[in-house]
């Protein structure tokens, strides 16, 4: 099943997610569901939250940024509970875009890598080092969890100039390929 996507405006984006445990009810099927969305709206990673569930679990495919670094076409991860040990590295800008922020694609820098605790669907733990897209996607995808968006790195004046773009957004006045559920509706 696809979800809808939440985009800006939904109170859901904003709040800090709660941790989920293996009983969870459906997890499985949450994460197929999620893979499902993902996919269909062309994204490369999908937060829960954008899937209006207020859970820390967010899924990733590399195979997006396989054309620059082939080895992301192996790496497809499921993120549970996750928690960013470290970031590291230089900082880099790269053009962002978010499905719960469709037509807005802004340059946002972030550290190049970042280390990060999680467990996988099966609820084994893991720790790993992710560098260049992935941990970039990986950074992204995680603040969604923790109630933030790429626009909140972007300067003031920056987001004054999207103001227009976002109160679009959040009444609905935008056409993605993708459902999206309109904050309050």
């Given at each position: 099943?696809?979800?809808?996507?939440?985009?800006?405006?939904?109170?859901?984006?904003?709040?800090?997610?709660e941790?989920?445990?293996?009983?969870?009810?459906?997890?499985?099927?949450?994460?197929?569901?999620?893979?499902?969305?993902?996919?269909?709206?062309?994204?490369?990673?999908?937060?829960?939250?954008?899937?209006?569930?207020?859970?820390?679990?967010?899924?990733?495919?590399?195979?997006?940024?396989?054309?620059?670094?082939?080895?992301?076409?192996?790496?497809?991860?499921?993120?549970?509970?996750?928690?960013?040990?470290?970031?590291?590295?230089?900082?880099?800008?790269?053009?962002?875009?978010?499905?719960?922020?469709?037509?807005?694609?802004e340059?946002?820098?972030?550290?190049?890598?970042?280390?990060?605790?999680?467990?996988?669907?099966?609820?084994?733990e893991?720790?790993?080092?992710?560098?260049?897209?992935?941990?970039?996607?990986?950074?992204?995808?995680?603040?969604?969890?923790?109630?933030?968006?790429?626009?909140?790195?972007?300067?003031?004046?920056?987001?004054?100039?999207?103001?227009?773009?976002?109160?679009?957004?959040?009444?609905?006045?935008?056409?993605?390929?993708?459902?999206?559920?309109?904050?309050?509706?």
């Amino acid at each position: 099943m696809k979800y809808p996507i939440t985009v800006y405006g939904d109170a859901i984006l904003r709040k800090r997610a709660e941790d989920i445990n293996k009983d969870t009810h459906e997890l499985s099927e949450i994460i197929e569901n999620m893979w499902e969305t993902m996919y269909y709206a062309d994204g490369v990673g999908l937060a829960a939250p954008q899937a209006g569930l207020p859970i820390r679990l967010f899924v990733v495919d590399g195979n997006g940024g396989s054309d620059e670094e082939p080895e992301l076409s192996e790496l497809k991860k499921v993120f549970i509970n996750p928690e960013i040990i470290e970031l590291s590295g230089d900082y880099w800008v790269m053009n962002e875009g978010c499905l719960s922020l469709p037509e807005i694609r802004e340059d946002v820098s972030r550290p190049d890598t970042v280390r990060i605790k999680y467990f996988d669907e099966n609820f084994t733990e893991h720790e790993e080092v992710f560098s260049g897209f992935m941990g970039r996607v990986i950074q992204h995808e995680y603040d969604h969890l923790e109630g933030k968006l790429f626009i909140d790195y972007l300067s003031p004046l920056k987001k004054r100039l999207l103001k227009g773009k976002l109160t679009d957004i959040t009444r609905g006045n935008i056409q993605p390929h993708y459902r999206i559920k309109i904050p309050g509706k």
